[in-house]
């Protein structure tokens, strides 16, 4: 696709339950990043791949959070047991490389919202 | 840890009107980018300007300009003729050695008709 992709644009769930988020990223684009935007607040970050691996999970809240990237394209942020602190935006982004040149093409986001 | 503040929760501008949105940041790194994203209702980031810190010149994307004062750690973009699809939420952002990329926490702007 032209752009990031992110689904699905919104989830309503119930405390408890398990979420996916999935992020197709643009194509050829070896970074790939997750943030997570409360509201009324700046994203931040969660976990940023380089191909399959991940470089950098420091941002991940808890064991509930995990995300894998298994050919190094699609990526999928999975969360256990949510609670009603997890509700918010979703951003994922990706670039060409990970190195400090700049520019993360960013996808609409998924809105997670827990009951 | 790198930090962005963004002191002003949100500002006014008349259509056609210049504003300018305030950013400081704290690193102990030499070399570093800058940027301001723009998030429109759509939730989707929008890259509105990069600065290297290496460059002494200010960057310049038409009707936008940052102001970069390396020693002072500051970082504020200037909106020249401002438009009604300025209207959004601006962000600064930081991007260091470490790869991540660290956001304020924001600004809404909202342009007058």
Known sequence: GAGVSQTPSNKVTEKGKYVELRCDPISGHTALYWYRQSLGQGPEFLIYFQGTGAADDSGLPNDRFFAVRPEGSVSTLKIQRTERGDSAVYLCASSTTSSNTGELFFGEGSRLTVL | ?113
């Open chain 2, 1 to 113: 840890a790198q930090t962005v503040t963004q002191s002003q929760p949100e500002m006014s501008v008349q259509e056609a009107e210049t504003v300018t949105l305030s950013c400081t940041y704290d690193t102990s790194e030499n070399n570093y980018y800058l940027f301001w994203y723009k998030q429109p209702p759509s939730r989707q980031m929008i890259l509105v300007i990069r600065q290297e810190a290496y460059k002494q010149q200010n960057a310049t994307e038409n009707r936008f300009s940052v102001n970069f004062q390396k020693a002072a750690k500051s970082f504020s973009l200037k909106i020249s003729d401002s438009q009604l699809g300025d209207t959004a939420m601006y962000f600064c952002a930081f991007l260091g050695a470490n790869s991540k990329l660290t956001f304020g926490k924001g600004i809404t702007l909202s342009v007058r008709p």
